[in-house]
């Protein structure tokens, strides 16, 4: 095995890593470079169509770039790279489960919902339903998905920063997630989704290119010999404090039958959760046609199966190279696993820029959730619900942005508690995938496939999964009873699994079952009809996007 660079040397005194002047003027530069773009992109949002959707005149390649700048989120790179470095295969599962999903969006939604022509999940839903119940279920699921990406994202900026920046003690880290969510709060406001887009495009191109440079890297220290460096990440995780065998299942989840089970939950919730996610469903208005949608997922499922092999060799070298106990020992614990390699391959200079890539890339999708959620309340709760339709689209944009304040607020502050309790950052984003899976996706395909389908299982369907899949994530090891839990302290968790998809998904689809056949409601077959042809065709699609 190459040698390494001691412990000592790789964590300073001050557990900082790198130079701190260097790793602060790369953020800079790479948040004046966004700033800019958004605010260029500013002057172009006159209205709704603009602020929510870019216009719809973004292209089928430029959405695919998006999409993998909104999905490669801090969780793929910081937290499966972390995953894997400490587990190995039992890490690659969630890489595996990420890109799986997408075939779900691909062949199920994507063309379908652009063909609706409209700019949230709920526009969909309420199609052939009652508007106004179905839009604030719809609304409601939509802001608890964003909340816990949020969260995930907002904890993983916090970790990146206070191990570049050395920062020491939680009023200090409190403030960097502060300070993110600042940032991120301004490129909604300012920029919108044209804004939001063209710092993923430029986020999504700077990983990519920076997770090959790293992956390169890697295999030549080890003759870019694959089986090499495989097995010198098995040798390092056998002479660590706590040996695990790295390259054969089982080292996080089989461990009992209860581990087990819960993967099986993970893997539910990873492979349905991307289908039901609204800030990826949001992105595929910004296209203006049906080809364009496809044509985008096409693109966002290449560059992220690329990037999810570059983080197989990223997690292994980072295991080789830096080892589980320094990597656990670090500020940001298992997702610091990717900036430690970073310093120990090219010292302060590619980690300066790898921690900037990755800076980046949670800003951007931090921004696509805000504006998701922002959008979901200003257009379905406010304009829908609340005004009933009456409403400016200057007004509407307006409470949207409010909105944008309110939720950065509460991200931050559940993101302090994250930080804080240390959870893995890809394990925060399959509970969301798990609530996206629970109340969105069921109640998606009944409404584009089940003629039958009622407002009151649509109801039943959203609640009822959002409901269980919450309750069920509260009374687990992930909130209390569990050294690892954001309350270690106490215990009332009677849920033994950490992600609840393997019973609140089958139980939403069950619910929206239930709701339909004993709803004294008649469908709308009219309003399906006409909802399967323009789905399936496009037509009338066009007149919804004038209207």
Not at 129 to 144: C, D
Request: hydrophobic share 55%; proline share 3%.
């Amino acid at each position: 095995m190459p040698d390494t660079v001691p412990a000592v040397d790789v964590m300073a005194a001050d557990s900082t890593v790198g130079e701190p002047a260097i790793n602060i003027a790369i953020f800079g530069f790479f948040v004046l470079i966004t700033l800019v773009i958004t605010f260029r992109a500013s002057r172009n949002n006159k209205t709704a169509a603009d602020y929510y959707a870019a216009g719809r005149n973004i292209s089928g390649t430029q959405n695919g770039l998006a999409i993998a700048g909104d999905y490669l989120s801090a969780a793929s790179f910081l937290g499966i790279a972390g995953a894997i470095a400490l587990f190995g295969y039992d890490g690659f599962l969630y890489s595996i489960g990420f890109l799986v999903a997408w075939l779900v969006a691909l062949l199920l939604v994507a063309e379908l919902l652009r063909n609706t022509a409209r700019f949230t999940m709920a526009d969909v839903l309420a199609f052939r339903m009652r508007q106004r119940p179905v839009r604030m279920a719809a609304a409601i699921s939509t802001l608890a998905v964003c909340l816990f990406y949020l969260v995930a994202q907002m904890s993983g900026a916090g970790g990146l920063v206070t191990l570049l920046l050395g920062i020491e003690g939680e009023a200090a880290q409190a403030l960097v997630v502060v300070l993110v969510g600042a940032l991120m709060i301004i490129y909604v406001l300012v920029g919108g989704m044209r804004g939001t887009t063209y710092v993923q495009i430029i986020k999504a191109s700077l990983l990519i290119a920076g997770a090959l440079v790293m992956t390169l890297w890697v295999l030549g220290k080890y003759g870019f010999s694959l089986s090499a460096l495989l097995g010198g990440a098995a040798e390092t995780a056998s002479e660590q404090t706590a040996p695990v065998d790295v390259l054969a299942p089982g080292a996080q989840y089989g461990a009992t039958g209860t581990s087990q089970l819960d993967f099986v939950s993970l893997g539910l919730a990873l492979v349905l959760g991307t289908a039901g996610l609204p800030h990826v469903l949001m992105r595929f208005y910004t296209v203006p046609t049906a080809k364009d949608a496809r044509k985008s997922v096409v693109w966002a499922i290449w560059l992220i199966g690329i990037f999810y092999l570059f983080s197989l060799v990223i997690g292994y070298g980072a295991g080789a190279l830096v080892g589980a106990d320094e990597i656990v020992g670090a500020p940001g614990g298992q997702n610091s696993a990717a900036p430690l390699l970073a310093f120990e391959l090219g010292g302060s200079v590619l980690l300066g820029i790898i921690a900037g890539v990755a800076f980046a890339t949670i800003l951007a999708v931090v921004a696509g959730l805000t504006i998701t959620a922002s959008a979901s309340f200003a257009h379905d709760i406010y304009a829908s619900v609340i005004k009933k339709g009456e409403v400016s689209p200057n007004g509407e944009v307006r409470v949207a942005r409010i909105t944008a304040v309110v939720i950065g607020a509460v991200a931050i502050g559940l993101g302090i508690l994250a930080l804080q309790a240390g959870l893995n950052i890809a394990f925060l984003v399959a509970l969301a995938f798990a609530v996206a899976a629970s109340a969105n996706l069921p109640t998606i395909l009944y409404t584009l496939f089940w003629k039958r389908f009622t407002t009151q299982g649509a109801l039943w369907s959203i609640y009822g999964g959002l409901i269980a899949c919450v309750g069920l994530i509260v009374f687990s090891p992930v909130v209390s009873g569990d050294p690892a839990a954001l309350f270690p302290d106490v215990d009332f968790a009677w849920f033994p699994l950490k992600n609840p998809g393997i019973v609140s998904i089958p139980l939403s689809f069950f619910l929206g079952w239930l709701g339909t056949v004993v709803s004294k409601e008649a469908p709308d077959t009219d309003k399906y009809a006409e909802l399967e042809v323009r789905s399936l065709t496009g037509i009338g699609a066009e007149k919804a996007v004038q209207h």
